[in-house]
């Protein structure tokens, strides 16, 4: 008997803890409150890295990009990824990605950043990332690619 309470009071008191309190209200699955658009050529699912209307309360930094590499599907139209690998300045940095879209000339101008709270202290440490951010397709021509203002990239649709 002495070996049986220890395992029941266990059992009792992990059993209470799943059980909502008097006043809490029981949850349901979520809800969806907003629909998302269908994408379309050129168009993707926006990654968490695309600027906010949240984002004019913060400050922009710098951003330390180790790598980029253009990706290419084999789908019809083609779709092309940018995937960025780097470091943020701190862990409380947020990574942003803003592409254009072609000029006249045929540039697709991407600027990538940082955003962090000015009122917010943090360690200064790197925090690395990698970021796929979908460009979407592009109309037949020949383009190029350019991150932060230097030429990463030329390719043919």
Not at 108 to 136: H, R, T, W
Request: hydrophobic share 40%; glycine share 4%.
């Amino acid at each position: 008997m002495k070996k049986f309470l220890p395992v029941l009071i266990v059992v009792v008191f992990s059993l209470n803890a799943c059980i909502p309190a008097v006043n809490e209200p029981i949850m349901d699955k979520p809800t969806a409150t907003k629909e998302s658009p269908t994408p379309q050529v050129g168009q993707a699912d926006e990654p968490s890295s695309t600027p906010t209307l949240v984002d004019s309360n913060l400050v922009r930094g710098n951003v330390y990009l180790d790598s980029t590499e253009l990706l290419t599907t084999e789908s019809t139209p083609v779709q092309f990824t940018l995937v960025l690998k780097g470091n943020l300045p701190t862990p409380c940095d947020q990574l942003r990605v803003e592409a254009s879209q072609p000029d006249a000339e045929n540039k697709i101008l991407v600027d990538v950043y940082s955003l962090f709270p000015a009122d917010k202290m943090c360690a200064q440490v790197l925090k690395p990332f990698e970021e796929n951010f979908p460009l979407g397709g592009f109309p037949i021509g020949h383009y190029t690619l350019w991150i932060n203002g230097k030429k990463i990239a030329e390719f043919d649709t």
